[in-house]
């Protein structure tokens, strides 16, 4: 992977992967939301309606989760850290996983 950089946002390497993933078409500010059902459901959707992706449904919608909560590390807040950590664990049943 190599670093994109457009020269005008700033922003950090993880948050454009994050946005503009090449393997899955991530809908916005999902690992912002509160629920981490819904934050699932949407990893899911997205992993399955992929045609890009490299490995599965499950393990693409879960390295994209790992990821961002690795990525954000100390800079997220711990309320939103449980959110997304319960998020893995309602993918890991919605891929019949648990």
Same mark, same amino acid.
């Given at each position: 992977?190599?670093?994109?950089?457009?020269g005008e946002s700033g922003e950090r390497w993880s948050q454009d992967v994050t946005e503009h993933?090449? $393997?899955?078409?991530?809908?916005?500010?999902?690992?912002?939301?509160?629920?981490?059902?819904?934050?699932? %459901?949407?990893?899911? /959707?997205?992993?399955?309606?992929?045609?890009?992706?490299?490995?599965?449904?499950?393990?693409?919608?879960?390295?994209?989760?790992?990821?961002?909560?690795?990525? $954000?590390?100390?800079?997220?807040? %711990?309320?939103?850290?449980?959110?997304?950590?319960?998020?893995?664990?309602?993918?890991?049943? %919605?891929?019949? /996983?648990?």
């Open positions: 992977m190599t670093k994109r950089d457009d993933s090449d $393997a899955l078409d991530l809908e916005e500010d999902v690992f912002t939301w509160d629920d981490p059902a819904r934050i699932a %459901a949407s990893l899911k /959707r997205s992993a399955e309606a992929s045609e890009r992706r490299k490995g599965s449904p499950y393990q693409s919608a879960m390295s994209m989760l790992t990821f961002y909560v690795n990525r $954000a590390g100390k800079t997220l807040p %711990a309320a939103q850290r449980e959110v997304l950590e319960r998020a893995k664990d309602e993918l890991r049943k %919605a891929f019949g /996983r648990d």
